[in-house]
């Protein structure tokens, strides 16, 4: 009997121990840092990509089957490590390179991350990514385009967003389209805040135009914390380019918006970097006054019914009814590869989780994004990343106009403004 009643407490203790086991599982969280510019200059495109992630991790761990092939979504939670569910812990990085590489320590060290993602602003994802380097941490980047950023040596970055070198490449062969149509475009001059982003852009668009015979006739750097750009209207309107390409953050932006208006002055085309120009508060503050401006994208919202369609009406619930934009679906983006990988590695063992990164090979229909896939080289740079061109014509949404294949309607001509 005694014996019997040993075998008997074995049992159940073995038995509470699957059970316990199994809850265990169950409650799993894996943690994910994110950093963004929460407050500062670019403080609207931070709070844009925090929504655009907490849209991403209520579909990872709710599950939503209705948005076909987009991987860990037909589940709730991660089905690679039972059903574990997807935290992200939050840091605000002000905008600041030294701030945001500290958020990464703290991230990393304290809060205990398997993973970052971030971090907006090239400058501060140069920084903190050092730091997840450091620590054999991977970051996964799905915006910022400095082509610094995976010249490094690293082996824990890995970036989805197409580079500045791509974007040059597209601005390139649109003027050269639009000149054969009739457009005057031989004086291009390049306007760019000066941090890590805009000066890296502006490099790689001279570099690439002067090797096409297309060199830069005028280059204007500004500070980003600016609040006064007259003398640099000023030099545009003196010189009179054919095209304007702006490279600036939100606060930048519409005070480039405002000031060409109030100074009358016009350029025959602007082309914007993204960025500020692609914010919902640029949009908002200052759309109806820069009408007919060009863009670079890789998103489009699609039609009712669709993935992104629906992704869409969740992001509007979190982000106060704006719709996803270019810079914060690319931020998801980025976050839903990471995501996938974490899933594929079954696993939150960091060197695992790296491996799985290595071996992505998402095809388009696997995206919210309109890339050819998701493949990295070894240097962590997604080599499928493609783009085009859109046109604010309403003032308040850009539509696709270039290339044709991809277009919704024609390029208009000139620049309207205000």
């Not at 970036?159 to 005057?184: C, H, N, S």
């Not at 919210?368 to 990295?376: A, E, Q, S």
């Amino acid at each position: 009997m005694r014996l019997k009643h040993i075998v008997g407490l074995l049992s159940a203790v073995a038995m509470s121990a699957v059970i316990a086991g199994s809850a265990a599982a169950q409650d799993k969280t894996v943690k994910i840092g994110a950093i963004f510019p929460l407050s500062g200059n670019a403080a609207s495109a931070g709070v844009h990509g925090k929504a655009a992630i907490e849209t991403a991790v209520e579909i990872i761990n709710s599950g939503n089957p209705a948005l076909g092939n987009l991987p860990v979504t037909k589940n709730a939670g991660l089905k690679g490590l039972g059903g574990a569910k997807v935290e992200v812990v939050f840091a605000d990085n002000q905008g600041s390179p030294a701030t945001g590489q500290n958020q990464a320590l703290r991230l990393i060290t304290e809060e205990k991350v398997v993973a970052l993602t971030g971090a907006y602003q090239s400058g501060v994802t140069l920084t903190a990514s050092a730091i997840a380097e450091k620590y054999g941490i991977p970051f996964v980047n799905g915006e910022s385009v400095a082509a610094n950023l995976t010249e490094r040596g690293f082996k824990w970055f890995f970036r989805t967003t197409p580079v500045a070198g791509d974007f040059a490449r597209i601005y390139l062969d649109f003027l050269k389209e639009m000149k054969a149509g009739g457009q005057k475009v031989d004086n291009v001059a390049l306007v760019h805040e000066n941090t890590e982003y805009g000066t890296s852009v502006a490099n790689v668009i001279t570099g690439l135009f002067k090797e096409n015979g297309l060199p830069i006739a005028q280059d204007i750097a500004y500070s980003a914390n600016t609040t006064d750009v007259q003398s640099q209207v000023l030099q545009l309107k003196d010189k009179k380019p054919d095209v304007v390409i702006m490279i600036s953050y939100t606060s930048d932006a519409i005070l480039y918006a405002k000031t060409f208006q109030a100074l009358d002055y016009k350029p025959p085309m602007m082309i914007a970097d993204n960025a500020g120009y692609s914010d919902p508060s640029t949009l908002k503050a200052v759309g109806k006054q820069i009408q007919g401006i060009f863009n670079r994208s890789s998103f489009a919202i699609g039609t009712a019914g669709s993935p992104t369609f629906l992704i869409n009406e969740i992001y509007k619930k979190k982000s106060g009814g704006d719709d996803l934009d270019d810079t914060a679906a690319r931020q998801m983006q980025g976050f839903f590869v990471l995501v996938d990988a974490i899933d594929r590695a079954g696993s939150t063992e960091p060197a695992k989780i790296q491996a799985a990164l290595k071996a992505t090979d998402l095809k388009p229909d696997q995206l919210i994004m309109g890339y050819k896939g998701v493949k990295f080289d070894d240097k962590g740079q997604n080599v499928l990343a493609a783009g085009l061109v859109i046109q604010l014509q309403d003032g308040e949404n850009y539509v696709p106009v270039w290339p044709k294949q991809l277009a919704k309607t024609a390029p208009v001509f000139p620049y309207k403004g205000w």
